[in-house]
């Protein structure tokens, strides 16, 4: 490409309409030759609306003025066999190159999603799981995901056109098109995908006119079989403000939740993520085990920690072969030993409350419905073991239960936790979310 059309385009990017730059003068073809700059449309209906649209001819020549003022500017369209060249190229908006699922970790909290990421990805088109939703709480991977289907897709169809956007960069765009009367150009954009792929879609709710237009660019995607993605904070039904036929077609889909990783997930992110070229530090398992024993939130957290280590390696110019704890101790300081902090009875019983969909007066109640018994033996034992009342106490907080229910319940878990995965799992993530509060 003419080095003086990508300087160009950089200019343009910021200076037209998203739906009409990203339509219309992000495909033309540019030949650079003799003091001409040959810009070559991929079809005759598109020249002919450049030449129609004055705004943006204009806005091209004065682009390239800036950069050089002898350089003349020609408009054409490319032949046949060159339009299908290009045409097989354009894939839109690139893709993360790191978001691939050669990159990914997988564990208990992300399998199913990552299995059910491929499959579609394997399958654009004709896959059932449409819309598929993935969910949770930031930094677990949910882009990664997302992302690595884009690159599968595209590595099993090249032709295919993949967008990814993140939400707010959708609603500027919507805010833009709609100032500069340009709407059906960005619908048209969206439109033309074989896989869109939305990130954080919860932040559209309570954005009237985003939610509009992004029905209507469903409804078209859905009803021609192209494939949609989304990432999202929550269940789709639980948005707040967001309209009624939105959340009927997002619960239509596949919607899998990603929970924080285990321990040994978190120490195998580690691992791998210390063998990248850009890292390099090549940690033990004993050391990355270490580290994900302390840091327990999510794998942004992870990266933060293994950056900082690699800094105060580097610089404190340590061997890499003797990363030792006392030296992680050293180099992350806080995130390894972090100031405790007394946990109250109420913020055990809410996240309880809140993890398994409950109410508060139901975990205390007297209901022998085996979801609520399951749930207030789980709060009680963690109330044992993070707060510092005492068993009496404690079953005043329950509803008056004796001493005797209270350490029943924290026994029975103890059993439970030894045999049944699920419930080990969940005290692990409840403990986690306490414990970020």
């Known amino acids: 490409m003419s080095q003086t059309w990508v300087q160009c385009l950089d200019s343009l990017k910021n200076s037209l309409p998203l739906g009409e730059f990203s ?12 003091e001409t700059l040959s810009l070559l449309a991929p079809s005759a209906s598109a020249l002919k609306y450049i030449n129609n649209h004055k705004n943006i001819s204009t806005a091209i020549t004065l682009a390239v003025a800036d950069y050089d003022r002898k350089l003349k500017v020609r408009f054409g369209v490319v032949d046949s066999a060159k339009k299908l060249a290009e045409q097989k190229k354009h894939h839109t908006t690139p893709l993360f190159p790191e978001y691939t699922f050669d990159n990914l970790v997988l564990g208990s909290a992300n399998q199913v999603a990552a299995a059910a990421s491929r499959q579609i990805a394997e399958k654009i088109g004709s896959s059932p799981y449409n819309p598929f939703i993935i969910y949770g709480e930031s930094g677990l991977g949910k882009t990664h995901l997302m992302q690595a289907a884009g690159h599968l897709a595209l590595e099993k169809n090249p032709n ?20 500069h009367n340009t709407i059906e150009n960005v619908k048209l954009f969206y439109q033309s995908a074989d896989l869109l792929l939305v990130d954080d879609i919860h932040l559209i709710a309570g954005k009237d006119k985003s939610q509009e237009e992004f029905f209507h660019i469903f409804n078209f995607l859905f009803s021609t079989k192209k494939q949609i993605i989304f990432t999202c904070d929550q269940p789709p039904k639980n948005i ?41 530090l090549g940690l033990s398992e004993d050391i990355a085990l270490f ?47 972090p100031q405790k902090r007394l946990v109250e009875i109420n913020e055990v019983q ?38 510092s009342l005492s068993l009496a106490k404690i079953g005043q907080n329950f509803g008056n239960r004796d001493h005797s229910t209270v350490l029943y319940s924290c026994e029975k878990l103890k059993e439970l936790m030894k045999t049944n995965e699920e419930i080990k799992n969940d005290i692990e993530n409840i403990k986690i979310k306490i414990t970020n509060l």
């Open 23 to 34: 339509v219309w003068v992000k495909p033309l073809k540019a030949i650079e030759k003799n």
């Open 350 to 387: 809410k996240t309880v409350s809140k993890y398994y969909g409950i109410t508060v007066s139901d975990l205390v109640s007297n209901s022998r419905r085996q979801h609520l018994v399951r749930a207030r033996q789980m709060a009680i034992y963690l109330c044992h073991n993070l707060t």
């Open 240 to 280: 707040k403000d967001l309209e009624n036929r939105l959340k009927t077609r997002f619960s239509q889909g596949l919607n899998l939740q990603l929970s924080p990783p285990e321990l040994e997930m978190r120490a195998a992110i580690l691992l791998k993520k210390s063998q990248n070229t850009q890292i390099s």
């Open 160 to 179: 295919a056109k993949i967008i990814y956007v993140p939400l707010m960069d959708f609603v500027r765009n919507i805010t833009t098109s709609l100032r």
């Open 291 to 337: 580290i994900a024993s302390h840091v327990m939130s999510n794998v942004r957290d992870l990266e933060g920690a293994l950056l900082k280590l690699k800094a105060f390696v580097d610089f404190s110019k340590i061997d890499h072969s003797l990363i030792t704890k006392d030296v992680v101790e050293g180099a992350l300081g806080d995130l390894i030993k």
